[in-house]
């Protein structure tokens, strides 16, 4: 498969200043971040929340400006040029966790799925309306001839994500950017939605960027997985490989976390690899090293990510069993 996205040294810093503070602090939220993504695959960007995943989302459209770094897309570095930002912005769309926060609730859904296609021009009206009516089918969104006329406020959790979706795929883009898509869905809904979005990146070879905390999703859904802490990949490589061999203490912490349906468990005390501490920020050495329970003097020098296997690396200098 050939690469559609490249991500290379990405970087993103904030001036982080309390208001009676005299002294001011440097918040990176994206530090020096490359992966790519191919054609027809599906990407996870995975990690706790202030990790700079949805940062790096908001960096790929142009919604916000990267301190340094590049964005190619097709083989092509996109730019602030006019032309290369209507490129982007219509070939790669996204998903926002928020149903509710992420459509207008004074717009009928008919109104919400047609605004891109307006926005780019695309075709006269009776094909946009006509294209209206095919991507909620798509989504099944049904009868859809009678959906167009709702409004959000009308509709469940589950059916405005679904809007959200047949507006993403409106412009039949290359890419989807996909932030925390089912998180704010009911446990009953989640995997009708995954198995939704699963079925037509299959039909319509559509790449994505899956951006997720929840490595269970996350295993089902993606084929590549990239583990962020605080703005730095520490892990990368095949999803079976990376969550089934675990190089990296952070990712084996994050795997831990996760619950098993097990009615046994429930006596049990999980064990999460990691120490708790107060001090998580450090602007030298691993960004995990004062929350990790392997941390040696060497951790004092930032490591680089180094290849374990075939595709999977890892920023670690500790060998994991």
């Known amino acids: 498969m050939t690469e559609i996205l490249k991500i290379q040294y990405l970087k993103k810093y904030y001036i982080k200043k309390k208001i009676f503070a005299s002294k001011s602090s440097i918040v990176k939220a994206v530090d020096d971040v490359s992966f790519s993504i ?3 695959e599906v990407f996870v960007l995975a990690g706790e929340s202030g990790s700079g995943k949805s940062t790096i989302a908001k960096l790929i459209l142009k919604s916000i400006k990267a301190d340094s770094g590049k964005i190619i897309f097709e083989e092509q570095e996109i730019d602030n040029q006019k032309k290369n930002l209507e490129k982007i912005r219509m070939n790669c769309q ?3 966790q928020d149903p509710y926060d992420s459509i207008n609730p004074r717009m009928r859904v008919k109104d919400i799925v047609l605004e891109p296609l307006e926005i780019h021009n695309i075709g006269n009206k009776e094909e946009r309306d006509r294209r209206v009516i095919e991507v909620l089918h798509e989504v099944k969104l049904e009868p859809a001839e009678e959906i167009i006329k709702k409004y959000p406020h009308m509709l469940s959790g589950g059916q405005r994500q679904r809007v959200v979706l047949a507006r993403a795929l409106a412009l039949k883009p290359k ?3 996909a932030d925390e898509p089912v998180s704010m869905l009911d446990v009953s809904i989640r995997a009708e939605m995954l198995e939704l979005m699963k079925e037509l990146q299959k039909k319509y070879n559509i790449s994505f960027l899956y951006i997720t905390h929840d490595l269970a999703t996350a295993k089902y859904f993606g084929q590549r997985i990239g583990i962020l802490y605080l703005g730095k990949i520490v892990e990368i490589g095949q999803i079976d490989e990376v969550l089934d061999n675990p190089k990296h203490p952070y990712t084996q912490a994050l795997i831990d ?3 098993e349906p097990n009615p046994e468990n429930l006596k049990k005390e999980r064990m999460i690899r990691i120490k708790e501490t107060t001090v998580i920020e450090n602007l030298d050495g691993c ?24 595709e999977h690396y890892t920023a670690c200098y500790i060998e994991l069993d």
Do not use: D
């Open 257 to 259: 976390a996760i619950s």
């Open 94 to 96: 996204m998903i926002h």
């Open 287 to 310: 960004k995990f090293k004062n929350r990790c329970p392997y941390a040696i003097e060497k951790c004092n020098i930032e490591p680089k990510l180094e290849k374990i296997t075939n």
């Open 38 to 40: 191919k054609k027809g």
């Open 175 to 177: 890419i989807i950017l």
